[in-house]
């Protein structure tokens, strides 16, 4: 057995400059994380009367709440973004230039708009309520972002698993859903769920239309106690909770790749051995 190396293969002296470099990073990193801690107790964000109040049950209820719009925000946005992501790559992807040029044209002017605007726009403009003019927001623009997603993927797949495909005789919808969307599916995963997690982040653009997600109940918590404003407490909260979900999610993905390496949708089947060769041609007996 061979390995082909694509790099030089660090030597001693490498090695220990590499762990010399390593030891230096994480000394900085954990000074860093220090002196950051340190400035909290220096500014008394640990202390007891900036975090009593999140024992109280009217303030859990208000966080459990804002929580709970953000994920319907991100489920409703996420669903229709997928939805709209697929319809504009078809039409990108279509034969016919009338569809081509109109679904190209939707996917950059969206792309390009910020999403801050369009959430305003919607709420403002239209007078639409604060969760629909949230979700058509982030399902414009992420589904622009997606379309372009889907078009690269299925482009990804070789031309002759296409031209294979037509050959047998396959309709250009039995060609997509059968031979191009699975095999593109391994390709898009990464950058769909990356979408996602964008789409999961940009929910706190609600709080600026009063719609009540995690982000609006935090600001409320900060703002509406009658003491020291506790906005350091209320970060520490709210973050750890959205990475957390954003790591969820991509643990997601992570998990639903690995599956589809381990479950190919063509498995390997056993292959009798030969039989006795015949005859190769009618009244020419086979040579010996």
């Given at each position: 057995?061979?390995?082909?190396?694509?790099?030089?293969i660090?030597?001693?002296?490498?090695?220990?400059?590499?762990l010399?470099?390593?030891?230096?990073?994480?000394a900085?990193?954990?000074a860093?994380?220090?002196?950051?801690?340190?400035?909290?107790?220096d500014?008394?964000?640990?202390?007891?009367?900036?975090?009593?109040?999140?024992?109280?049950?009217?303030?859990?209820?208000?966080?459990?709440?804002?929580?709970?719009?953000?994920?319907?925000?991100?489920?409703?946005?996420?669903?229709?973004?997928?939805?709209?992501?697929?319809?504009?790559?078809?039409?990108?992807?279509s034969?016919?230039?009338?569809?081509?040029?109109?679904?190209?044209?939707?996917?950059?002017?969206f792309?390009?708009?910020?999403?801050?605007?369009m959430?305003?726009?919607?709420?403002?403009?239209?007078?639409?309520?604060?969760?629909?003019?949230?979700v058509a927001?982030?399902?414009?623009?992420?589904?622009?972002?997606?379309?372009?997603?889907?078009?690269?993927?299925?482009?990804?797949?070789e031309?002759?698993?296409?031209?294979?495909?037509?050959?047998?005789?396959?309709?250009k919808?039995?060609?997509?859903?059968?031979?191009?969307?699975?095999?593109?599916?391994?390709?898009?995963?990464?950058?769909?769920?990356?979408?996602?997690?964008?789409a999961?982040?940009?929910?706190?653009?609600?709080?600026?239309?009063?719609?009540?997600?995690?982000?609006h109940?935090?600001?409320?918590?900060?703002s509406n106690?009658?003491?020291?404003?506790?906005?350091?407490?209320?970060?520490?909260?709210?973050?750890?909770?959205?990475?957390?979900?954003?790591?969820?999610?991509?643990?997601?993905?992570?998990?639903?790749?690995?599956?589809?390496?381990?479950?190919?949708?063509?498995?390997?089947?056993?292959?009798a051995?030969?039989?006795e060769?015949?005859p190769?041609?009618?009244?020419?007996?086979?040579?010996?």
């Open positions: 057995m061979t390995t082909t190396a694509l790099y030089d660090p030597g001693p002296r490498a090695r220990r400059r590499h010399t470099y390593g030891l230096v990073a994480t900085a990193i954990l860093l994380v220090g002196w950051v801690v340190h400035l909290l107790f500014t008394e964000q640990f202390t007891y009367a900036k975090w009593n109040p999140f024992a109280y049950e009217g303030i859990q209820e208000l966080l459990l709440r804002g929580l709970g719009n953000t994920l319907k925000a991100f489920a409703l946005a996420a669903v229709l973004s997928l939805a709209l992501g697929a319809v504009l790559a078809l039409g990108r992807l034969e016919r230039r009338v569809f081509r040029w109109a679904a190209t044209l939707v996917v950059e002017f792309r390009a708009m910020p999403v801050l605007v959430i305003f726009f919607i709420f403002v403009a239209l007078r639409v309520h604060p969760l629909p003019a949230l927001g982030l399902t414009l623009y992420n589904g622009s972002v997606l379309a372009e997603v889907f078009r690269t993927g299925v482009n990804s797949v031309r002759g698993q296409r031209e294979a495909a037509y050959s047998l005789g396959m309709r919808t039995q060609v997509m859903m059968y031979v191009l969307v699975p095999q593109g599916v391994r390709a898009m995963l990464p950058a769909i769920i990356s979408q996602l997690v964008v999961l982040k940009d929910t706190s653009l609600g709080f600026l239309i009063t719609y009540e997600e995690f982000l109940a935090g600001k409320l918590i900060a106690l009658d003491y020291d404003l506790p906005f350091i407490p209320v970060v520490m909260v709210i973050s750890p909770i959205y990475i957390g979900m954003c790591m969820l999610l991509s643990w997601f993905a992570t998990w639903v790749a690995r599956k589809e390496r381990r479950s190919p949708k063509t498995e390997g089947v056993e292959v051995p030969p039989s060769p015949g190769l041609l009618p009244g020419r007996p086979a040579k010996p």
